[in-house]
């Protein structure tokens, strides 16, 4: 592979992450094809997070540190790092995991050949490890109870499949993130849909990142657990509160706004009748929502 054809750019945000975040940034840095730059943002951490990372960017020319004066919490922040990269294909990173040294070699290659004129986002598997770095689980899909291999633009108007901190993107990817709404769940979700809805979605069956799970995370790893999402759908069950789906119609809501027009026909359909559901009974949402 020719580095001077596929330049690029790698995205992190910090987050009183200095912890774990040596061992991120060297397993970055240390990759069999190099990231042409690595873009990190701080959103106002108050631990030694930032001194770190000054310490690298020292060491490391291609580290470029932006330090947020006013925190943007997780979707601000990682927009502005996507947004400040310079290169055509960008990955995202999370502070406190570790990659496997050809994750970016290997992404690279499975997506060398796809067309750039839609949006484009790859994802793979990761490796589970505790806050000791040590093994719980080969596959976070698996353990998760994921199965992205069956998502759909429409299964994921319901729910998330997407990692962010295992995704890449292209330039157009980046392009159409440059205004993110708020009321966006998450990042990597509204990512997702942009990949499902209008653009080309490669996954990637291996492991390319120890995806670190562990109380404290600033992504909330621990709410992907397949422990954790057991007890949400018990709670959902039998907990009566009206506001089930509310907040993921509403993102639906925006993304209709932004990007309807860019849909198919049927895809179109499957958003008004997702739209349509906040009229409709808390009963018959979840009906909907685990029959779907």
């Known amino acids: 592979m020719n580095q001077s054809d596929l330049k690029c ?12 975040l040596a061992e991120l940034l060297d397993s970055v840095l240390s990759q069999s094809f190099p990231a ?7 959103d106002c951490s108050a631990d030694g997070t930032v001194l770190l990372l000054q310490e690298y960017a020292a ?19 990682f927009q502005r790092a996507i947004q400040s990269t310079t290169h055509s294909f960008v990955f995202l990173a999370d502070q406190d995991d570790i990659w496997k040294l050809n994750k970016i070699e290997t992404m690279l290659l499975a997506v060398r050949d ?8 790859a994802y793979s598997d990761l490796e589970v490890i505790d806050k000791k770095g040590e093994k719980q689980n080969p596959s976070f899909w698996k353990m998760a109870g994921l199965q992205p291999h069956r998502a759909t633009f429409r299964s994921l108007m319901f729910g998330n499949v997407v990692t962010g901190c295992a995704t890449l993107m292209n330039a157009k ?26 653009g080309k979605v490669i996954l990637v069956d291996e492991p390319l990142v120890r995806y670190r799970a562990h109380a404290d995370s600033v992504t909330e790893k621990n709410h992907s657990s397949l422990l954790w999402k057991i007890q949400v759908q018990l709670h959902q069950i039998f907990n009566e509160s009206s506001d089930f789906l509310i907040k993921e ?3 639906i809501a925006l993304f209709d706004q932004q990007f309807g027009r860019f849909l ?14 906040r009229y409709k009974s808390l009963i018959k949402r979840k009906l909907v929502s685990y029959l779907r």
């Open 59 to 77: 060491r490391f020319p291609q580290l470029r540190l932006i330090v947020l004066e006013e925190n943007l919490g997780p979707v601000g922040a």
């Open 9 to 20: 750019s790698v995205a992190l945000c910090t987050y009183n992450g200095e912890k774990y």
């Open 264 to 277: 198919s026909p049927e895809k179109q359909k499957h958003v008004q009748r997702f739209l349509a559901l």
């Open 173 to 198: 990817m980046k392009e159409l993130l440059s205004s993110i709404p708020s009321g966006v769940l998450m990042h990597d979700h509204w990512i997702g849909l942009i990949g499902y809805g209008f």
């Open 249 to 251: 119609i509403n993102q």
């Open 36 to 42: 042409s730059e690595l873009v990190v943002v701080d």
């Open 114 to 121: 796809c067309p750039q004129d839609k949006p484009l986002l």
